[in-house]
């Protein structure tokens, strides 16, 4: 019997929305492309996730994502039918409410049946405005 390889996680995308077109094309709203920033501390937000598992066991399973912020946790969990570990499976979450009582770091972690929580993503969370929107009133 051929061993299994742990599943991987790819082609990260973290967002505010995530919506299907008529056609089921997605459209990715609030693309996070670097690290957070807030206006204030404590800060609500709600993000959604789009990524890919690559070596996911054939069958279904139950998942899990997993949102650490620095003082605050979040989730949700579902199932994925696999028909083939050889293609990848695609995970996109509804926006999750998340908390930032301060600055510090968000992880999320994801985990399909039995194989252990795999890292999707790590960004930090500051407070402060986008580069270069400090001259725009």
């Given at each position: 019997?051929?061993?299994?390889?742990?599943?991987?996680?790819?082609?990260?995308?973290?967002?505010?929305?995530?919506?299907?077109?008529?056609?089921?094309?997605?459209?990715?709203?609030?693309?996070?492309?670097?690290?957070?920033?807030?206006?204030?501390?404590?800060?609500?937000?709600?993000?959604?996730?789009?990524?890919?598992?690559?070596?996911?066991?054939?069958?279904?399973?139950e998942f899990e994502v997993?949102?650490?912020?620095?003082?605050?946790?979040?989730?949700?969990?579902?199932?994925?039918?696999?028909?083939?570990?050889?293609?990848?499976?695609?995970?996109?979450?509804?926006?999750?409410?998340?908390?930032?009582?301060?600055?510090?770091?968000?992880?999320?972690?994801?985990?399909?049946?039995?194989?252990?929580?795999?890292?999707?993503?790590?960004?930090?969370?500051?407070?402060?405005?986008?580069?270069?929107?400090?001259?725009?009133?």
């Amino acid at each position: 019997m051929p061993m299994l390889r742990r599943p991987k996680v790819t082609n990260v995308v973290l967002c505010d929305d995530i919506r299907t077109e008529r056609n089921n094309k997605l459209i990715m709203v609030g693309v996070y492309t670097a690290d957070l920033l807030v206006p204030k501390f404590p800060a609500n937000m709600r993000l959604a996730l789009y990524f890919t598992v690559q070596g996911a066991p054939a069958g279904q399973h139950e998942f899990e994502v997993r949102i650490i912020a620095t003082g605050s946790n979040s989730g949700i969990s579902g199932t994925v039918d696999v028909a083939n570990p050889q293609d990848p499976i695609i995970v996109v979450t509804p926006p999750v409410p998340v908390v930032f009582p301060k600055a510090g770091k968000l992880k999320v972690d994801f985990k399909i049946g039995d194989s252990g929580w795999l890292k999707v993503v790590t960004k930090e969370v500051s407070e402060g405005a986008p580069p270069g929107w400090e001259n725009l009133e």
